[in-house]
């Protein structure tokens, strides 16, 4: 149990948090949480603490899981709804005190600090605006959101990061084109082809207004709001629509994928090339 280290397990929290491995996440959270139990546990008896197993554990829990219950979940960089702003929503079942937490935009300089006694209740969200009065904001004349890409990190009161979001160009270096499954199982239309990306890091990335092509005319444009979870995949079929790996698909009646050969492009929300993938006769 001393040899338990918490930036250690931290990190693996961030790689199984969104895992699909169910296995796998069971079994890190369980050695994790009741590992550093023990480690409170034993700081509770040598100094003479009254408690409980029960309280040791759930404090591991608190302390190691709860702050995972906050994320990023968007950016209007634009500004389109009264100003530019981050948005931050609870997703899990504690009130959470954001006293001391800090949200950083990307740059040196650029943070903000939430005061004393900022509430976030369990599947609500909070904005924090550049500068907008009587609002949570960084207080900023000049735009914190670079319109061309940019990158939030939100950090909990022990400067342990808690979520990251990336969208534009500081998305380019984490996401491409995996794979492509040119030859569907069915007939004729071959509905069930797909492309693949993948998430080659632990932040979320907004795909909003982002294009994936397969050639003229044929383009899927993600919607407002699409966006891949950190160490992720998603699939853009043909013309299947399938949640469980995104629920993307360019609603086309016939094959897009030439068995032969063909490229997949990625586009960013600027039209900027992000990703391409070749295979066949087109390599």
């Known amino acids: 149990m001393s040899d338990f280290n918490k930036e250690s397990f931290l990190q693996q929290l961030s790689d199984v948090q969104f895992s699909s491995d169910v296995q796998n996440s069971w079994n890190t959270l369980e050695r994790g949480v009741l590992d550093y139990a023990g480690l409170i546990h034993q700081k509770r008896v040598d100094n003479c603490q009254s408690g409980s197993a029960f309280s040791d554990w759930w404090q591991s829990c608190c302390e190691l899981l709860a702050p995972r219950q ?36 990307g740059s040196d300089g650029q943070d903000m600090i939430f005061p004393e006694n900022t509430l976030c209740y369990p599947g609500k969200s909070l904005r924090i605006y550049t500068d907008k009065a ?46 492509i499954c040119f030859d569907g199982q069915e007939k004729y239309t071959e509905a069930d082809e797909y492309a693949e990306l993948v998430n080659l890091s632990g932040s979320w990335l907004d795909l909003s207004g982002w294009q994936l092509s397969a050639g003229e005319n044929q383009q899927f444009t993600f919607p407002e709001g699409a966006a891949l979870k950190p ?22 009646p016939r094959a897009i994928w030439n068995n032969k050969g063909d490229t997949g492009k990625l586009f960013d929300h600027r039209g900027n090339i992000v990703s391409e993938y070749s295979y066949g006769s087109h390599k």
């Open 231 to 252: 160490n992720a995949k998603i699939r853009v079929y043909t013309n299947y629509v399938d949640q469980e790996s995104g629920g993307f698909s360019f609603n086309s």
């Open 70 to 105: 906050m994320v990023i979940k968007g950016i209007d960089f634009e500004g389109k709804q009264g100003g530019e702003y981050i948005e931050l929503t609870n997703k899990g079942p504690q009130i959470l005190d954001l006293a001391g937490w800090r949200i950083n935009a």
């Open 134 to 179: 009587g609002e949570l904001s960084f207080d900023s004349k000049q735009a914190v959101w670079n319109n061309r890409g940019d990158a939030a990190f939100l950090f909990d009161a022990s400067g342990d990061l808690v979520s990251s979001w990336r969208y534009g160009i500081k998305a380019h270096d984490a996401i491409k084109i995996s794979n």
